[in-house]
């Protein structure tokens, strides 16, 4: 059961442009939702994360947005800079600290 | 501050072999969580240790097993390989588990079994 999901595996986006990657979940229980970010040869960076009693978090470019009743979690980055480019993993954190990551979206911000 | 390191960055191994694999948490972090990545599966939690005791484990076969020292240092076994535990074996650090979702990750060791 992926209780954490993204359906696009790939995305593209030109520079300076909004990228908008997309996640649903399907287990309401969740305490903080989250992103990471990873480069080739590099493991996964915190990116930003959302408590479940909240809609919205904002970190300078990064927006996280939360969608209970849809299930629906969402980053928008604005705006895009190539350096941007790299694999989003969208997650959950359970209640015992473990953390559950979909399966990936590559974004490639083209100049 | 040192940051999570990870030993060793490459290793080959033939099918049947075990391995070990070594972490060395941020100084100060009592929890340690190990990932599988995979092209397919994406990142697989493994399992987590804090203070010495597997608190969290995930859904893969009891080849794999880890274990945590007093200084938090975590090493991760597989034994007997198969082809398809080839993959990039991800170890992150948290000061009690990754409750607000962040926590800090390794370089990886990639693991090519043949």
């Known amino acids: 059961d992926q209780q954490v999901k993204q359906n696009s595996p790939s995305l593209s986006v030109q520079e300076g442009r909004i990228s908008i990657l997309n996640c649903d979940y399907t287990?309401?229980?969740?305490?903080?939702f989250l992103w990471y970010k990873k480069y080739p040869a590099e493991g996964p960076t915190f990116l930003i994360s959302?408590?479940?009693?909240?809609d919205k978090n904002e970190d300078g470019r990064f927006t996280v947005f939360l969608n209970k009743s849809a299930k629906h979690l969402s980053l928008h980055i604005v705006p895009s800079q190539p350096g941007d480019s790299a694999v989003y993993f969208c997650?959950?954190?359970?209640?015992?600290?473990?953390?559950?990551f979909g399966k990936g979206t590559k974004l490639s911000v083209k100049p | 501050k040192a940051g999570v390191t990870q030993t060793p960055r490459y290793l080959i191994k033939t099918r049947g072999q075990q391995v070990t694999l070594s972490c060395s948490p941020i100084s100060g972090h009592r929890s340690v969580s190990w990932y599988q990545q995979t092209p397919g599966q994406g990142l697989q939690f493994l399992f987590e240790?804090?203070?010495?005791?597997?608190?969290n484990k995930g859904n893969f076969p009891g080849r794999f097993s880890g274990r945590q020292f007093s200084n938090s240092r975590s090493e991760m076994n597989v034994s007997t390989l198969e082809l398809g535990d080839s993959a990039l074996y991800l170890c992150?650090?948290?000061?009690?588990?990754?409750?607000?979702?962040?926590?800090?990750f390794g370089q990886g060791t990639r693991l090519t079994v043949v």
């Open positions: 287990n309401s229980m969740f305490d903080y």
């Open positions: 992150a650090s948290s000061l009690e588990g990754a409750l607000t979702g962040e926590a800090f």
């Open positions: 240790y804090f203070s010495e005791t597997q608190r």
């Open positions: 997650g959950r954190a359970g209640s015992q600290g473990n953390l559950i």
């Open positions: 959302i408590s479940s009693i909240k």
